[in-house]
């Protein structure tokens, strides 16, 4: 959990790891919901932020936190 502008609010933003999980059958999507899911390597991350595809710092922290706990490396 990590404060994403202590200096003028007090909210969070949570990251949840869930390990084992598999895909078992097509989205069930809201009216007007528009998600796409793209799944990709964790190894393919680092590149993703250096080339600036991933530039929220939301999701760069995010995967930070998963890199520490998470060995990356047998991906």
């Known amino acids: 959990s990590v404060s994403p502008n202590p200096a003028f609010h007090t909210n ?7 390990q084992g999980v598999k ?9 007007g919901e528009d998600l796409e899911v793209e799944l ?3 190894a393919d991350i680092p590149g993703l932020i250096a ?7 939301l999701v760069m922290t995010a995967f930070q936190l998963l890199g520490l ?3 990356t490396s047998e991906e």
Request: include cysteine; proline fraction near 7%; aromatic fraction near 0%.
């Open 69 to 71: 706990a998470v060995d």
């Open 12 to 18: 969070r933003c949570h990251t949840v790891v869930i």
């Open 51 to 57: 080339d600036g595809t991933v530039r929220h710092s």
């Open 23 to 31: 895909s078992e059958g097509e989205q069930s999507l809201d009216p």
């Open 40 to 42: 990709m390597p964790l």
